[in-house]
């Protein structure tokens, strides 16, 4: 399969899709597919948005900022202009989608050496890359509401809709906001289908590629939720 044939496959036969990538690992087209669209989104939502308006209704109602002094939280706001924003915003996401991706590959590699699974590196950070692809569809129904949007007075909300936070919790940036904004519907769908893929590749029952992957999750989640609401 190229690697068209594959994304529709993760889709319609993800079976199929991951009995390929097993025989012939390979991860740049989904890392860079997720990445480019990603950052595609960040460069148009602050290249449109009312930055004075983001810096006083967002950035300014966060706890790190109200513990700034006033001379300090001054100067914090007259830095932040629709390039630092834009441009600081693009370099973190390229950054920080390979990072998060490598270590959770390296997560499930460790697993796999415990469980005595024979893939290698290669394989779980393929496994991470094309499992993340459903992400796109939070990026497309995010651009579909930016382009929507008669207003430049846009919450960054509106780039994950899909979000538990978004869906149910509605917490503003602060305590909890990032762990619920990274839950949601394309992430659970990227964990089903890597599921999926540790089924095929271990050939070992359902409820072993389920805990295999959902144990891993348990702790990462849970390790943040300690963290964010302490």
């Not at 839950?183 to 590749?201: C, F, K, Q, Y």
Request: hydrophobic content about 55%; proline content about 5%.
């Amino acid at each position: 399969m190229n690697n068209f044939d594959l994304t529709v496959a993760l889709a319609t036969a993800p079976s199929s899709a991951f009995a390929e990538l097993r025989e012939r690992p390979r991860f740049w087209f989904p890392l860079l597919l997720v990445v480019l669209s990603s950052a595609g989104l960040i460069f148009w939502y602050y290249g449109v948005v009312d930055i004075e308006w983001y810096k006083q209704t967002q950035l300014a109602s966060t706890p790190d900022f109200q513990a700034m002094d006033d001379d300090k939280r001054a100067s914090a706001l007259s830095m932040l202009t629709s390039n630092t924003l834009k441009w600081g915003s693009m370099a973190s996401l390229v950054i920080f989608i390979p990072v998060i991706y490598l270590l959770q590959a390296l997560c499930l590699w460790l697993a796999s050496k415990v469980t005595k699974l024979p893939q290698g590196f290669k394989h779980w950070f393929t496994l991470v890359c094309w499992s993340s692809l459903p992400v796109l569809l939070g990026t497309v129904v995010a651009a579909i509401l930016l382009f929507l949007s008669d207003t430049p007075q846009v919450s960054p909300g509106l780039l994950q809709q899909l979000s538990l936070n978004e869906l149910l919790f509605h917490v503003p940036p602060g305590r909890g906001y990032g762990l619920l904004s990274s839950i949601s519907i394309p992430a659970i769908l990227g964990w089903v289908l890597m599921i999926i893929g540790v089924r095929v590749w271990s050939q070992r029952s359902w409820a072993f590629s389920a805990a295999f992957i959902l144990v891993l999750l348990f702790i990462v989640y849970g390790i943040w939720a300690f963290f964010s609401f302490r």
